[in-house]
């Protein structure tokens, strides 16, 4: 049987992490993203992205400040 695909979701550093769990494994089609805090990712992420990933990122007005 053909497996169903996988969306993601995460908030905060959960959301950082669907993201690279996305990357990493292929079964993971898409990432729903809740006020993602993506310091914790490295500074060039995005341009060691292997594949594209369909993406939803959901911000609130009053997570992210100057230094998050």
Same mark, same amino acid.
């Given at each position: @049987?053909?497996? *169903?695909? #996988? #969306?993601?979701? %995460? $908030? !905060?550093? %959960? &959301?950082?992490? !669907?993201?690279?769990?996305? +990357?990493?494994?292929?079964?993971? *089609? &898409? #990432? /729903? &993203? ?7 990712l490295?500074?060039?992420? =995005?341009e @060691? /992205? +292997?594949?594209p990933?369909? @993406? /939803? #990122?959901?911000? *609130? =007005? @009053?997570? $992210?400040?100057? =230094?998050?």
């Open positions: @049987t053909k497996e *169903s695909p #996988v #969306v993601m979701m %995460g $908030h !905060s550093f %959960g &959301a950082a992490t !669907s993201f690279i769990a996305a +990357q990493a494994d292929d079964r993971i *089609s &898409a #990432v /729903l &993203a809740l006020d993602p805090w993506m310091l914790p490295y500074d060039n992420f =995005s @060691t /992205l +292997q594949r990933i369909d @993406t /939803l #990122v959901i911000n *609130s =007005s @009053t997570f $992210h400040w100057p =230094s998050n």
